[in-house]
């Protein structure tokens, strides 16, 4: 793992865990739903991401409403909030704020304590294998709180660790999180594996424009995550999708 991973997750455990917030699991909305509902209409579905760290900043509240409104508007299929506060400049609220746009919000965090799953209101939770969790329990943790886990790979053994599981959606990793680097093939080479089994597959990292977007649909994508790109110019959902 990355030295700034290692910080992140240390930090997070110096923080330590919010109060938990309790919500009606009847709310959750649903994140395959909303994607056909988007390629129904000819639209490539896209995860995208409010990123404080793009900016160099906290985001307001004020900041918060306006990108989960835009990209709703701009016709993603759901919102991704970075809800860790030390490196990214994200924050727990954030979450709840985006969500009042009306999309399925995926809570993006390190979580690697079960107190973290009750921390804020979300639809979806990123699992990361990568920081050694159990998968199993974990995602069962995630769906007792009304939110369908979405579970992080970046190598074929936490594929097919991720296989014997029994979640819904996966999510493949572009991005190497022990040297960060960034290779759009990474989704190519597992992508195959994963559709065999049917499950719903997340594209992560690294798309940055209509033919990066194309290139990972053509490999297998039910969706695209995408943060960075529309950070600057929340219109430019538009050229991705």
């Not at 793992?1 to 009606?24: D, K, N, T, Y």
């Not at 016709?75 to 704020?97: D, H, K, M, R, Y």
């Not at 390190?110 to 107190?115: A, H, K, T």
């Not at 069962?140 to 014997?164: D, F, I, Q, W, Y």
Request: charged content about 25%; glycine content about 8%; overall charge negative.
């Amino acid at each position: 793992m990355h030295s700034l991973i290692q910080g992140i997750i240390e930090e997070s455990r110096r923080r330590g865990i919010a109060p938990a917030v309790s919500w009606p699991v009847k709310e959750r909305r649903d994140l395959i739903s909303s994607a056909r509902a988007v390629r129904r209409k000819g639209l490539i579905p896209v995860i995208a991401e409010i990123k404080p760290k793009a900016l160099g900043r906290p985001l307001k509240a004020e900041e918060v409403s306006a990108y989960a409104l835009a990209y709703a508007e701009g016709g993603a299929c759901a919102i991704s909030v970075l809800t860790e506060p030390t490196n990214f400049l994200g924050t727990l609220e954030n979450a709840s704020i985006a969500r009042e746009a009306g999309l399925p919000v995926l809570r993006k965090d390190f979580i690697f304590d079960e107190r973290q799953l009750s921390e804020v209101q979300a639809d979806l939770v990123l699992l990361i294998a990568a920081l050694g969790i159990d998968l199993d329990r974990f995602i069962e943790a995630a769906r007792s709180l009304g939110m369908e886990p979405l579970l992080e790979v970046h190598t074929e053994e936490e594929l097919e660790a991720a296989l014997k599981t029994d979640a819904r959606i996966i999510g493949i990793n572009n991005r190497n999180l022990n040297t960060l680097e960034v290779d759009l093939a990474v989704f190519e080479r597992l992508a195959p594996l994963a559709r065999e089994a049917g499950v719903f597959l997340v594209a992560e990292s690294g798309v940055h424009s209509g033919d990066d977007s194309r290139r990972m649909m053509a490999a297998g994508a039910d969706a695209l995550l995408v943060g960075t790109e529309l950070m600057s110019e929340p219109g430019r959902l538009s050229e991705i999708i």
